[in-house]
């Protein structure tokens, strides 16, 4: 199994990014002590993990503490001993997919600034997991999340950057990958 897992840290100074390696990590307490390491003094800790060009997990701490997770779909639990680790322990799913599917097409073709989202094709055996507000504050409410990762033809990559880039963490995010 390939995955990317990307940390961002922000501070009052800004955000700074690293590369985290999971294969390590035991179970979700080792993980997020992976994501405090990052930077202990940090507002807000972000880690994004993409595997095989199917899944995604977001998870967020506040201040090294709170964490909250998501999942794209509950099937990485089933697929990887990473998706266990990270979403398996996760039983509330994070919306219905059908009630993301018309709020989200409102809420994209009512910003004007995501032409990708204006049309949205759901995938509909996706099973998003966890808290999809977890970027609520940050400029990425539930739906909006919800449709992007729900979005035909979206990659984790692809919703990674997406996201990072709304919240102001795309260039460090970025230059990881290119490392």
């Not at 992976?34 to 880690?47: G, H, Y």
């Not at 709170?66 to 994070?94: H, N, T, W």
Request: charged content about 30%.
């Amino acid at each position: 199994m390939s995955y990317f897992a990307a940390a961002v840290a922000r501070r009052a100074s800004g955000w700074t990014a690293a590369e985290v390696d999971l294969s390590g990590a035991a179970d979700i307490d080792e993980v997020a002590d992976l994501l405090r390491d990052v930077d202990q003094d940090a507002e807000v800790s972000l880690l994004f993990v993409e595997s095989d060009d199917v899944y995604l997990a977001i998870m967020r701490l506040d201040e090294g503490e709170d964490l909250r997770i998501f999942g794209s779909d509950s099937a990485f639990a089933e697929e990887s001993r990473l998706g266990a680790l990270l979403v398996g322990d996760i039983k509330a799913p994070a919306l219905e997919i059908d009630d993301v599917v018309e709020p989200a097409a409102r809420v994209a073709g009512s910003s004007g600034d995501d032409d990708d989202d204006n049309d949205p094709v759901v995938d509909p055996d996706a099973d998003p997991v966890g808290d999809a507000d977890l970027l609520a504050d940050l400029g990425i409410s539930a739906h909006r999340l919800l449709a992007i990762c729900s979005h035909e033809g979206m990659l984790p990559a692809d919703v990674t950057t997406k996201v990072c880039q709304v919240i102001g963490c795309g260039n460090e995010v970025e230059e990881l990958r290119e490392a």
